[in-house]
Nanobody, 122 residues
Framework: VQLQAFGGGLVQAGGSLRLSCAAS????????MGWFRQAPGKEREFVAR????????YYVDSVKGRFTISRDNAKNTVYLQVSSLKPEDTAVYYC????????????????WGQGTLVTVSS
């Protein structure tokens, strides 16, 4: 499975972006998906995940109510709508395939996209 993330950019605080992650080379609808981010000088952190059907979603507390994960299996694409952005949301955002979906998380994130940079100015 190959993943390509795009849609990042420079945005002012309070603004919005829609990140996209296009998949190829596999049966996209079989995979739950996740979004992660890595800020400069920090560890990569989980942001959100979505079940294979799109019926279940989970978010890290810091983005709840501001970010929305969704997917379109017909387009082999997962999205992350990021809104009410804050400077601390500045990071490279990555998508990944979830292997082993569980209530508390995934057993493994196996395939990763190359990341898309979101920069939020104050």
């Amino acid at each position: 499975v190959q993943l390509q993330a795009f849609g990042g950019g420079l945005v002012q605080a309070g603004g919005s972006l829609r990140l996209s992650c296009a998949a190829s080379g596999g049966t996209f609808s079989n995979y739950p998906m996740g979004w992660f981010r890595q800020a400069p000088g920090k560890e990569r952190e989980f942001v959100a995940r979505i079940s294979s059907s799109g019926g279940r979603t989970y978010y890290v507390d810091s983005v709840k109510g501001r970010f929305t994960i969704s997917r379109d299996n017909a387009k082999n694409t997962v999205y992350l709508q990021v809104s009410s952005l804050k400077p601390e949301d500045t990071a490279v955002y990555y998508c990944a395939t979830c292997i082993g979906w569980r209530i508390l998380g995934c057993d493994e994130y196996r395939y990763w996209g190359q990341g898309t940079l979101v920069t939020v100015s104050s």
